[in-house]
T-cell receptor
Framework: AQSVTQLGSHVSVSEGALVLLRCNYS??????LFWYVQYPNQGLQLLLK??????LVKGINGFEAEFKKSETSFHLTKPSAHMSDAAEYFC???????????FGKGTRLSVIA | NAGVTQTPKFRILKIGQSMTLQCTQD?????MYWYRQDPGMGLKLIYY???????DKGEVPNGYNVSRSTTEDFPLRLELAAPSQTSVYFC???????????FGSGTRLTVV
């Protein structure tokens, strides 16, 4: 069975500081991995995805994530946090194109001025 | 292009009442999903469909029913509302999981 663990339900960073949101996955086969962002009172928006091509994936709004098979990780980073990055972030995994995504519990990112 | 449209946006139900949450997509996606989101719990899959006439249970299907008579529509039915069904419900669609989902804006349901 596939699963996702997001370390830290709440992360707080200063504006301009590095953002690091952690995601570890469990999958018996090579996974497809995703990061979604949810702004208050909105639906989820796709940030980026890994589908077995390049291990370093670049997404929208300056975010990127690196797939590390040896560590079963897919951490999300951004070099410099902006106030507009404050939101909840979800990591998700699937092991095939017709298998629904399994989501982590989410990490709320706060950005302090 | 409207994407995924959910109605209503908000609803308060009394215990034992029933209702249908509507979901429509105009992208001709075969795959559609219903998730519920509870604080600190992430999103949990209720039901999904891989095409018209085909539905399957997810992780938390009890108390819900779905149908998929057309490619566009995937309504979620609550027959006897219970306080445990207080949640935010999201509908999503995709061509294929590999491409990711398009989400609706959600329905916030409170059962009192």
């Amino acid at each position: 069975a596939q699963s996702v663990t997001q370390l830290g339900s709440h992360v707080s960073v200063s504006e301009g500081a590095l953002v690091l949101l952690r995601c570890n996955y469990s999958s018996s086969v090579p996974p497809y991995l995703f990061w979604y962002v949810q702004y208050p009172n909105q639906g989820l928006q796709l940030l980026l995805k890994y589908t077995s091509a390049a291990t370093l994936v670049k997404g929208i709004n300056g975010f990127e994530a690196e797939f590390k098979k040896s560590e079963t990780s897919f951490h999300l980073t951004k070099p410099s946090a902006h106030m507009s990055d404050a939101a909840e972030y979800f990591c998700a995994v699937s092991h095939s194109g017709n298998t629904p995504l399994v989501f982590g519990k989410g990490t709320r990112l706060s950005v302090i001025a | 292009n409207a994407g995924v449209t959910q109605t209503p946006k908000f609803r308060i139900l009394k215990i034992g009442q029933s209702m249908t949450l509507q979901c429509t997509q105009d992208m001709n996606h075969n795959y559609m999903y219903w998730y519920r989101q509870d604080p600190g719990m992430g999103l949990k899959l209720i039901y999904y469909s891989v095409g018209a006439g085909i539905t399957d249970k997810g992780e938390v299907p009890n108390g819900y029913n779905v149908s998929r008579s057309t490619t566009e529509d995937f309504p979620l039915r609550l027959e006897l509302a219970a306080p445990s069904q207080t949640s935010v419900y999201f509908c999503a669609s995709s061509i294929d999981t590999v491409y990711g989902y398009t989400f609706g804006s959600g329905t916030r349901l409170t059962v009192v």
